[in-house]
């Protein structure tokens, strides 16, 4: 099975690999930013991506996945220091398309016959599979700690799939307003209690386990208290201690949009909009334009 990424730059249609273009590997100059367009038969994404204005060196922490062929989509957010950021997101990159063939080759299925539980499998198979990778990295080079946050987008039929390593979050906007589908890995999380008084799961499973009664406004404003330290993250692929996966699923319809986000390209839901009157090229550019000041910062949305 030979799956194709595609790439359109400047009405210039490539496959990634065939023509010796792959993702996230153009070095950025300082505040430098990024931009693709492209669509499967599904959707239609575009993608911004800059690197921090006080980065000299070329590289951006933050990367990006694009399988339109298979209407899969992902982002990840390196943590680790100096250049390794960008090594640890651009190993999203570099294996998740490797992953999915490895497991869908496994299956002995194509990807459109698969029932949603099998995808569901299918897709924390393909999580656990990259945490081995950075797992094997880090045991033999531990110089060089690889480990980043990890979200990735399925569109399954008329469902929107999310897994979720860390605090990269999701959003989903449709006619009942903007709502975060993923929440955040992170110490906030732990402390938090539902209605009944238990504390949130360390891994949060929507398709087999009951919805979550608990008040998401309340987390938010948390997050956003002073002195509140930003960047914990609790799980993040190549970190052994901690590491859980968050399974969502939304249902959608024509014209609901998907954005996949790092922490430097979203300060609050407050000053989010994936206003369905503009263009998704406009949205994207509306976005960029109120990123976090000094950090890399990447947006993916889908229509």
């Known amino acids: 099975m030979v799956l194709e990424r595609i790439r359109v730059d400047k009405d210039k249609r490539y496959v990634w690999g065939r023509d010796k273009h792959d993702f996230g590997l153009e070095k950025l100059g300082p505040g430098e930013i990024e931009k693709k367009s492209g669509s499967s038969d599904t959707v239609s994404f575009e993608l911004r991506r800059r690197s921090s204005p006080e980065r000299k060196d070329g590289l951006v922490g933050d990367n990006y996945c694009l399988l339109p ?21 651009a190993g999203v990159s570099k294996y998740l398309e490797k992953v999915w063939q490895k497991n869908l080759d496994k299956s002995g299925k194509k990807i459109d016959d698969l029932s949603l539980s099998e995808m569901h499998d299918l897709m924390l ?13 880090n045991k033999k080079n531990p110089e060089i700690f690889l480990a980043t946050t990890f979200s990735m987008v399925k569109m399954y039929e008329e469902y929107c799939l999310v897994v979720s390593v860390g605090d990269s979050p999701v959003f989903l ?15 906030i999380r732990q402390g938090t209690k539902d209605r009944d008084g238990n504390y949130l799961p360390k891994s949060i499973d929507e398709l087999y386990s009951a919805e979550l009664n608990f008040d998401r406004v309340a987390l938010q404003t948390k997050r956003e208290e002073p002195g509140i330290i930003r960047n914990n993250p609790t799980s993040l692929l190549g970190l052994e201690k901690g590491f859980s996966v968050d399974f969502y699923i939304r249902k959608l319809k024509d014209g609901d949009r998907v954005l996949l986000a790092t922490d430097g390209a979203v300060k609050t839901n407050d000053n989010l ?3 369905s009157k503009k263009t998704l090229s406009q949205v994207a550019d509306t976005l960029t334009d109120n990123f976090d000041g000094n950090d890399d910062a990447t947006i993916l949305i889908l229509e």
């Not at 982002?75 to 640890?88: I, L, M, P, Q």
């Not at 999580?127 to 950075?134: G, M, T």
């Open 69 to 89: 062929d298979l209407d899969v989509y992902a982002v990840a957010d390196g943590v680790s220091e100096s250049s390794s950021d960008s090594r640890s997101a």
């Open 125 to 137: 198979k393909v999580v656990s599979d990259l945490q081995e990778i950075f797992l094997r990295h």
């Open 173 to 187: 906007q449709n006619k009942e307003g903007l709502e975060q589908v993923t929440i955040a890995q992170d110490i």
């Open 273 to 275: 909009s994936l206003d």
